[in-house]
């Protein structure tokens, strides 16, 4: 018997607005999920094509004393210098863009896929994706998420500047997600329109 193609869902947002908690929700019930936050963090790994482009392109600068990439030092550059930002996107994006591909084709027997995927819009990929799932809290909230995880809020407001600068002026999501509703909402939300 022939499966249809399986429905394709996006998961996006801001930095810390509380995707990776939706997407683990479709994870619990059994449904295949990719982070694109996480094939990055793979793709960046010694030996990986990532690794070796940000080397080859941008230097030994961005090497920690142990040989892994500097996560924070890359993350602090991009935000400074418009170049080294385009020049992280074109190593990263085919790269990750291939990767959900594959994972696609690998899965193409399940009836739900879902992805993580934050500059969904930033790269147009939703034309890629069945549905599209925006995940928000309150800026003030963001920030505050997003400063006590990188340890620094003037790194946050540059990060979340520039995420919002770079999003297109007008989205259309399927589906928006309020992050600071009670997870039991959340779960309900998603089995309601979902399963």
Avoid at 1 to 19: C, D, L, Q, R, Y
Avoid at 119 to 138: A, C, M, N
């Amino acid at each position: 018997m022939e499966h249809s193609n399986p429905i394709k869902i996006a998961i996006t947002g801001p930095p810390a607005a509380g995707k990776t908690t939706v997407l683990s929700i479709f994870a619990q019930k059994g449904v295949p999920v990719f982070s694109a936050d996480e094939e990055v963090k793979r793709l960046s790994q010694p030996c990986k094509p990532g690794f070796h482009l940000v080397v080859k392109k941008l230097g030994k600068d961005f090497l920690t004393k142990e040989g892994q990439l500097n996560r924070r030092k890359l993350l602090h550059a991009m935000l400074a210098d418009p170049k080294t930002k385009k020049t992280l996107e074109e190593i990263f994006h085919p790269l990750v863009k291939k990767s959900l591909l594959d994972w696609f084709e690998k899965n193409k027997d399940k009836p739900l896929l879902v992805a993580e995927i934050p500059l969904l819009y930033q790269g147009s990929w939703e034309k890629i994706f069945d549905r599209v799932i925006w995940v928000t809290v309150p800026q003030e909230v963001l920030l505050e998420r997003l400063s006590k995880r990188l340890k620094d809020e003037r790194l946050a407001k540059d990060l979340l500047r520039c995420y919002q600068k770079d999003l297109p002026e007008k989205i259309f999501p399927d589906l928006v997600i309020e992050s600071t509703s009670p997870l039991s909402k959340i779960e309900e939300r998603i089995k309601n329109d979902f399963f």
